[in-house]
């Protein structure tokens, strides 16, 4: 028979939720955290003063209380000491960002990515960004980890992209690759682009308070970040999500995968303007347009945006059947398709979805925007830290 947990567990456990409860919260009162965590007073001071000692959080009283007596003292993340290094390999462009404890983007750069850019050379820009943002810390400045975001299929075990349709890449190492340019940056984790957003919009964003959430991201290629329960699925491998790559149209056209009529080339970037007559046109800036034209009554355009509609309404009706969520959230260019055509969408979705999973679907539009991708590759690199704050 196992005996229950020592001390020492119970302590590395309680330091852990107390400083995951300031990162996702920031500035809370002393009192505010007996409260929230069932724990009395004097742990509570225990606990802030290790990790003060720690230099993970600072204390004060608060700037103002309105109340009579000894106000509760306030701790506060640091986030200006304490960060991660946050990258994102996208379709068009690579973004790295040094972001603090607490969900604090510090500052943040960006690039263009050519098409046919190697995985290579894709390394080479992010870590001299990343030596860059390291010019500017302070001298007692503490990294933790780093962490990227790929539009792609990550394998979990080693960050190896086993495709990447949109960006061109097939088995390429970037995980190895980073690790080799930013060993010095302490511990490095590969995560998918739509996953680690679907991580930051249920922590900080559009879906927090809700355990179950699809977040689901458009550009050229359409994948998904799910929460089921609370916890992100992966699947076996990590390759979980992939719902760009669901056959809706056996008789459409041919994917980038090799498959034919997947959900991305129904509702996909090339879809949207191919079917406003804009072939020649590319990226966010075109989706714009279309809807732009469509809102302006370009019939062109309103044919394409309802086309559009009724196939992410079709898709999201079977992922609502299947995972049951609470929230659906729309982001890339899926979000300036979902604001042209939500009644479209909800249409077919409504036709599509049982009753009782979709009645109570909220269908939402990203909080943290773009930014998601940085705030949850960070997530990924702070889990270490919060999983045992005093391991040097």
Same mark, same amino acid.
């Given at each position: 028979?196992?005996?229950?947990?020592?001390?020492?567990?119970?302590?590395?456990?309680? *330091?852990?939720?107390?400083?995951?409860?300031?990162?996702?919260?920031?500035?809370?009162?002393?009192?505010?955290?007996?409260?929230?965590?069932?724990?009395? =007073?004097?742990?509570?001071?225990?606990?802030?003063?290790?990790?003060?000692? &720690?230099?993970?959080?600072?204390?004060?009283?608060?700037?103002?209380?309105?109340?009579?007596?000894?106000?509760?003292?306030?701790?506060?993340?640091?986030?200006?000491?304490?960060?991660?290094? &946050?990258?994102? @390999?996208?379709?068009?462009?690579?973004?790295?960002?040094?972001?603090?404890?607490?969900?604090?983007?510090?500052?943040?750069?960006?690039?263009?990515?050519?098409?046919?850019?190697? +995985?290579?050379?894709?390394? =080479?820009?992010? &870590?001299?960004?990343?030596?860059? !943002?390291?010019?500017?810390?302070?001298?007692?400045?503490?990294?933790?980890?780093?962490?990227?975001?790929?539009?792609?299929?990550?394998?979990?075990?080693?960050? !190896?992209?086993?495709?990447?349709?949109?960006?061109?890449?097939?088995?390429?190492?970037?995980?190895?690759?980073?690790?080799?340019?930013?060993?010095?940056?302490?511990?490095?984790?590969?995560?998918?682009?739509?996953?680690?957003?679907?991580?930051?919009?249920?922590?900080?964003?559009?879906?927090?308070?809700?355990?179950?959430?699809?977040?689901?991201?458009?550009?050229?290629?359409?994948?998904?970040?799910?929460?089921?329960?609370?916890?992100?699925?992966?699947?076996?491998?990590?390759?979980? $999500?992939?719902?760009?790559?669901?056959?809706?149209?056996?008789?459409?056209?041919?994917?980038?995968?090799?498959?034919?009529?997947?959900?991305?080339?129904?509702?996909?970037?090339?879809?949207?303007? =191919?079917?406003? $007559?804009?072939?020649?046109?590319?990226?966010?800036?075109?989706?714009?347009?279309?809807?732009?034209?469509?809102?302006?009554?370009?019939?062109? +355009?309103?044919?394409?945006?309802?086309?559009?509609?009724?196939?992410?309404?079709?898709?999201?009706?079977?992922?609502?059947? @299947?995972?049951?969520?609470?929230?659906?959230?729309?982001? $890339?260019?899926?979000?300036?398709?979902?604001?042209?055509? +939500? &009644?479209?969408?909800?249409?077919? *979705?409504?036709?599509?979805?049982?009753?009782?999973?979709?009645?109570?679907?909220?269908?939402?539009?990203?909080?943290?925007?773009?930014?998601?991708?940085?705030?949850?590759?960070?997530?990924? +690199?702070?889990?270490?830290?919060?999983?045992?704050?005093?391991?040097?």
């Amino acid at each position: 028979m196992r005996a229950g947990p020592s001390q020492e567990e119970v302590r590395k456990h309680n *330091l852990g939720t107390l400083l995951r409860y300031v990162h996702m919260h920031g500035a809370t009162s002393r009192a505010e955290l007996t409260t929230r965590l069932g724990l009395n =007073r004097s742990t509570i001071g225990a606990l802030t003063a290790d990790l003060i000692g &720690a230099g993970l959080v600072s204390e004060a009283a608060p700037r103002e209380t309105g109340r009579a007596g000894r106000p509760s003292l306030v701790v506060r993340p640091e986030s200006g000491r304490v960060y991660a290094y &946050a990258l994102s @390999i996208e379709v068009d462009r690579l973004r790295a960002a040094r972001v603090g404890l607490g969900g604090r983007i510090l500052e943040q750069y960006e690039t263009e990515r050519p098409r046919g850019m190697s +995985a290579g050379e894709a390394v =080479r820009p992010l &870590a001299r960004y990343v030596r860059t !943002m390291r010019s500017g810390v302070p001298a007692d400045g503490r990294c933790v980890g780093s962490a990227v975001a790929v539009a792609g299929m990550v394998r979990l075990e080693d960050g !190896m992209i086993r495709l990447a349709p949109t960006i061109g890449w097939v088995d390429e190492p970037i995980g190895e690759a980073l690790r080799s340019e930013l060993e010095e940056f302490g511990p490095l984790s590969v995560g998918n682009h739509a996953d680690v957003c679907a991580l930051a919009e249920h922590s900080r964003g559009a879906a927090v308070g809700s355990d179950n959430v699809i977040y689901l991201y458009g550009d050229v290629g359409v994948g998904a970040g799910i929460v089921a329960g609370g916890r992100r699925v992966h699947g076996h491998g990590g390759y979980g $999500g992939e719902v760009g790559h669901m056959v809706v149209n056996p008789y459409g056209r041919t994917c980038s995968c090799g498959s034919r009529g997947c959900w991305e080339t129904e509702i996909g970037e090339h879809a949207l303007l =191919r079917l406003a $007559g804009r072939e020649d046109r590319s990226g966010r800036e075109a989706v714009l347009a279309v809807v732009d034209a469509a809102m302006r009554g370009d019939s062109s +355009a309103q044919h394409a945006l309802r086309q559009v509609g009724d196939w992410v309404g079709f898709g999201v009706g079977n992922l609502v059947n @299947i995972f049951n969520p609470e929230v659906v959230i729309f982001g $890339g260019t899926l979000r300036d398709v979902y604001l042209g055509a +939500a &009644a479209q969408i909800r249409s077919r *979705l409504n036709a599509v979805g049982l009753p009782a999973c979709r009645e109570h679907v909220r269908l939402r539009t990203p909080e943290l925007g773009p930014d998601a991708a940085l705030i949850g590759a960070a997530e990924l +690199a702070f889990e270490h830290l919060l999983d045992d704050p005093l391991v040097p």
